[in-house]
């Protein structure tokens, strides 16, 4: 499974961005999709997850302001991010579960900031 995230850029506070992911190569069986972050000095964390049956969960942080979702006819996934705060800038990373083999796409950058 190939992981390519698009998306990322420059956004002021209060703004919205949408990053998308899209799967090539053996997609079938994800089991679950992801997006994850890492700040400048800071660990990678979950900001949102998608399982194959829709169940989805959030990092408390971004509860009520993003949205992921997933478009298993386009073998992609995205994540919808409203009320942009400048502490959500960092690298964002999708990620997708197959049979229990995790896989990473490449980081799109996500800066909020006037």
């Known amino acids: 499974v190939q992981l390519q995230a698009s998306g990322g850029g420059l956004v002021q506070p209060g703004g919205s961005l949408g990053l998308s992911c899209a799967a090539s190569?053996?997609?079938?069986?994800?089991?679950?999709w992801g997006w994850y972050r890492q700040a400048p000095g800071k660990q990678r964390e979950l900001v949102a997850r998608i399982t194959i049956g829709g169940s989805t969960n959030y990092a408390d942080s971004v509860k009520g302001r993003f949205t992921i979702s997933r478009d298993n006819a386009k073998k992609t996934a995205y994540l919808q991010m409203n009320s942009l705060k400048p502490e959500d800038t960092a690298v964002y990373y999708c990620?997708?579960?197959?049979?229990?083999?995790?896989?990473w796409g490449q980081g799109t950058l996500v800066t909020v900031s006037s």
């Open positions: 990620h997708a579960v197959r049979g229990g083999t995790p896989y």
């Open positions: 190569g053996t997609i079938f069986s994800i089991n679950a």
